[in-house]
Each structure stands twice: as structure tokens, then as C-alpha cells.
């Protein structure tokens, strides 16, 4: 057994056995910036017009069922540069009042809140995009880093490198295409504040990035699919990173017009530009180091197939009362509307109104709509999570406790009654009130069980699914127009306790709230100032 299977349960557990450092206390006035600073690299603006076509949220749920069925369209740099905007760029400020620990530092222009299309474990962003650009792209060949504060690739390296990258993923993917997207996370980006939470907290944010360029490309006719087994120190040392330092998570292979593979050995190259850290002191932490090095082991060997298969989420138990949800409601906001609507509803839900059951299931239906695909491990084919849902105020569904059956589109009985008083007792923090949401949803993965089929790198894959289903939820409540939110400080023993979890082994990664805010909350328009 590897080090993630203590890992993990010593995330569920930390609600009642608090993780090393104990004592520990974010410095704030020294915490790193939320992306690189490259001094004196070559900056290239992206365009920032409007994505091709008028595609909706409905096409993107669409493409994610159909991504890997048919010969996907190719990318182009203004596609790219539209994609990463919508997804990773600063599209906005934050500056409504809501109830999150963050609000007396919104006005000051510092440490302003910028909002993204994705989302993000206590809004920090610290995956790193790195574009590896070969010689069918639009610039010269090379390692360019998107900068999201400038919406702008910087030029790390130039020279066709390609080679390096179709040798660290081997012979199953990406040796037709000579262009790549290189996911990376800066540890201390996200350990100054969280610790040995962290690698938890990161692997979330990576499945939440890779979804929503699924959802974006999909409903445009084009398939991103993340590779998660590869050679990763070869693409750290390539990138000229420290790899225990800055993890490498996934490799992106896009379909180009007249991308080529080619052959030859790979030159020893690598990326001699340095990140200029801003914090005076950056600290490391044992348990972070032993995750990582745990996953990094036995990366380059890629699962078999069908090695999933015994991980997959179990039916619904049977014997349970059924509740029939109304089909879900057509999602036909734009995408690129929903990203830009998306936010967190802190201390802004209200019970006033409740959610219609049809709000309900199209959230469900949604989050469940193939939350992540991996082609190594074959998690594209086997299912892996189980939603739950705690009702506290839908029209004609009976408060209670129910599992959800995205096969028949479904409600399943475990406990009846009001859930507000548990799910309140059992989370840690004061700016959400989850008793006036009109539903929790509660995501689940076998996680041992994953680990057990495909070894300590399932770790990656397990959090970056429930970042998928996140975002996923994220999105679509933003279609929907009602508030959401999603929250990690919540007691995950209490949860498997109330669900009767135990005996199959699922762990409850997430809380997802779901439900309709205050009417008219305060807000500022930074946009007419």
C-alpha cells in the first residue's frame, strides 16, 4: 500500500484529527502571487473577441457524452486564446457583499477578488498553463506560459520540442499532433495558505480547469482530453521546474490543422527562464512531499484496460422509496454567459423561494454528465462518482436524505426528514447558512477502491473527477440562475456516518449547495465607476 491510502484517510478524518502542522497560520502579508512572474520574457497579447459560434451550455453537456466518437474539429490560436480567457482569465471583480472571510479585503485594489470562469479551491488558481507549441502552431515553435493577469503567452523557449512531450506520454497519445497544453501546480501557491490540505485542494482545481475546456471546446465541436500517465519529471525538467516543487498533472494533446508528429530521439532541453517567487519565506511540508512523490511513482506506466472496472460507483441499494424527478430543463445560456455568471453564493441563500424539482434534477443530471475521461485508466468508461442529495426546500421532493440514480434519473430514500441541522452542525466555517439552501449535493468516490486498481496516481484522478463534477455544478446553476456554492470544511466521518456509507467504501469529497439567494443583494458595479 502506498502513501495516498494514508493520505486519504487522514482527509476524512481531519474534521476530528487535525492534520500536521497543527499550529500553523497563513502570512498573509507574504503569500505568493496567484500566477508566475517571468522577468524579461517576451510577452504576446491573445485576442479577445467573442468565441466562434453561439454555443450553449446544453451543447458543451452534449460534447462531453459525445467527446472521443467522431473525428473532433481542429483548434486554432483564436480559439485557444478564447478558451483559456473563459476559463482561466480575469474576466471581472468581485465585489458584491456576501458573508465570506475575504470581504473586508475586496475593495483595495491589491488584494481585489478577480472573478474566472473556473473554479477554485478558496479562490487561489494555482494551476499553471503551459502551452507547447510546435512547428504546424501559429507562432514560433517553442514553451510559451499563459499569463492570466495580461491575457498573454510568454515566450520560456523557443526551438520545436514536441518530441519531448510525445516521448513522456508514450506511444498511447498525442504522437499524431505537434501541440500540447501542460498542466503544472506551483505547491506554495496554494500550501501557504492550506497547508498539507493542499494537494487535496489542488487536484480539485485541475479537474475543475480541464472541465470546463471540455465543456467550452465540446460545444464547439472540438475534444480536450487530459492525459494524467506520463513521464512526469521528464516534463518538469523540460519546463525547468523543480518536479517536487511544481507538480505536472496533465498533458492536453489538441488537434491542430496540419499538425505532424515526428520521430527522432528527443534532445536533453529545458526552460532556463526562472518564476521570481515573491514570498521572503517559503516553507514545505513532509506530508506534501510524500503525496507527491507517491504519485509521481509509477506515472510513466500507464493501467491496462477494464483495470477500473472493480472502482466503478454501485447502483442504488434496493428497497429504497423512489422519487421520480421532471426531465431536465434545457441549459441554453451560452457558455461563455454562464462561465462569466459563475460565483460562489456566500450567506446569500434564502428559503423564501424554493427550488422546483425540475431545478433539482437538471442540476443532478448535469453534474453527473461525464465528469471527467481519462483514456489511460479508462475513467472516461466507468463511472466513478455517486451524487447524494440532502433536500431541504424543493417543491414536491420531501425533505430527506437521498442517492441519486443518473440512469434513471432518479431519487432514492435513505433518511427522511430535515436535513438543515445536521448539515449545519457538520460544517466548519460561518459563511454559509446550508440549511437555507434548497438542496447539498454530496459527491462520493470509492477512493480505495481506485487506489487499489491503478495504485497511488488514482489519487490525481479521484479529486480531479470531483473537480469535474464541480464544475460541472458550478455551471450549470449559473444557466439555471439560482446561487451555488461549494465548500471542502465540512466533517467527511459525519457524512459516511448519516449515509450509511461504510460498508461501500465511498468517501464525500465535496458539499455543493444549490438554491435561490436573498432578492436584490448588495452589490458594486465596478464596470460603470
Keep these: 500500500m502506498g502513501y495516498a491510502y494514508d493520505y486519504a484517510t487522514a482527509i476524512m478524518h481531519r474534521g476530528r484529527v487535525m492534520m500536521e502542522p497543527i499550529d500553523f497560520v497563513p502570512n498573509w502579508p507574504d503569500q505568493p502571487r496567484k500566477g508566475k512572474y517571468f522577468p524579461g520574457v517576451e510577452t504576446f497579447p491573445l485576442s479577445d473577441g467573442s468565441p466562434p459560434g453561439d454555443a450553449t451550455v446544453q451543447d458543451g453537456l452534449k460534447g462531453l457524452a459525445g467527446a472521443g466518437q467522431a473525428a473532433a474539429l481542429p483548434f486554432d490560436l483564436p480559439f485557444l486564446a478564447s478558451m483559456l480567457q473563459d476559463s482561466y482569465g480575469l474576466v471581472g471583480r468581485r465585489l458584491g457583499v456576501q458573508a465570506n472571510t475575504d ?98 485542494a489542488v487536484t480539485m482545481d485541475v479537474g475543475t480547469i480541464v472541465q470546463t475546456w471540455r465543456l467550452w471546446a465540446g460545444a464547439r465541436g472540438r475534444v480536450v482530453e487530459p492525459e494524467l500517465w506520463f513521464d512526469e519529471p521528464r516534463i518538469a525538467d523540460l519546463l525547468g521546474v523543480p518536479n517536487d516543487q511544481e507538480g505536472i498533472f496533465a498533458v492536453v494533446p489538441l488537434a491542430w490543422d496540419s499538425a505532424r508528429g515526428s520521430g527522432g530521439v528527443p534532445a536533453r532541453v529545458s526552460v532556463r527562464h526562472r518564476d521570481q517567487e515573491r514570498s521572503r519565506t517559503v516553507l514545505t511540508f513532509d506530508t506534501m512531499t510524500k503525496i507527491h512523490a507517491g504519485t509521481v511513482e509509477g506515472a510513466r506506466t500507464a493501467p491496462a484496460a477494464g483495470q477500473l472496472a472493480d472502482a466503478a460507483a454501485h447502483p442504488p441499494q434496493p428497497g429504497r422509496a423512489r422519487v421520480e424527478l421532471p426531465p431536465p430543463l434545457t441549459l441554453d445560456a451560452p457558455v461563455r454567459a454562464a462561465l462569466r455568471r459563475r460565483r460562489s453564493s456566500f450567506g446569500r441563500f434564502a428559503a423564501k423561494v424554493p427550488l422546483t424539482a425540475d431545478q433539482l434534477g437538471t442540476a443532478l443530471a448535469a453534474s453527473a454528465r461525464a465528469p471527467f475521461s481519462d483514456a489511460a485508466s479508462g475513467a472516461g468508461a466507468v463511472r466513478l462518482t455517486k451524487l447524494y442529495a440532502f433536500v431541504n426546500h424543493v417543491d414536491g421532493v420531501p425533505p430527506g436524505a437521498y442517492e441519486y440514480d443518473p440512469a434513471g434519473h432518479a431519487l432514492y430514500l435513505v433518511k427522511a426528514g430535515p436535513p438543515g441541522l445536521f448539515l449545519q452542525r457538520n460544517y466548519f466555517l460561518a459563511n454559509y447558512n446550508l440549511e437555507q439552501a434548497g438542496v447539498v449535493i454530496v459527491p462520493t468516490v470509492r477512493t480505495t477502491a481506485v487506489l487499489d486498481a491503478v495504485g497511488d496516481r488514482g489519487y490525481r484522478l479521484v479529486n480531479a473527477t470531483i473537480g469535474a463534477v464541480s464544475q460541472n455544478f458550478y455551471t450549470a446553476a449559473a444557466a439555471l440562475d439560482v446561487g451555488a456554492g461549494v465548500a471542502l470544511g465540512f466533517d ?18 465535496l458539499i455543493m449547495l444549490l438554491g435561490h439567494e436573498r432578492a436584490r443583494p448588495a452589490d458594486f458595479r465596478y464596470d460603470i465607476a
Aim: aromatic share 14%; hydrophobic share 40%.
Design 103 to 200: 470581504l473586508r479585503a475586496l475593495p483595495t485594489y491589491a488584494t481585489a477578488n478577480w472573478n474566472r470562469g473556473t473554479a477554485s479551491g478558496g479562490g487561489l488558481y494555482p494551476v499553471g498553463v503551459y502551452w507547447i507549441c510546435g512547428p504546424s502552431g501559429p507562432m514560433p515553435p517553442g514553451v510559451y506560459y499563459y499569463s492570466t493577469k495580461h491575457h498573454a503567452m510568454q515566450r520560456l523557449l523557443t526551438g520545436d520540442v514536441t518530441s519531448v512531450v510525445r516521448a513522456a506520454l508514450g506511444d498511447r497519445a498525442g504522437q499524431d499532433t505537434d501541440q500540447f497544453l501542460v498542466l503544472g501546480v506551483k505547491y506554495w501557491q496554494n500550501a501557504f495558505k492550506y497547508n498539507s490540505f493542499s494537494f487535496h
Design 492 to 509: 467527511n466521518i459525519s457524512f459516511i456516518e448519516e449515509l450509511d456509507l461504510a460498508a461501500t467504501g465511498e468517501a464525500p469529497l
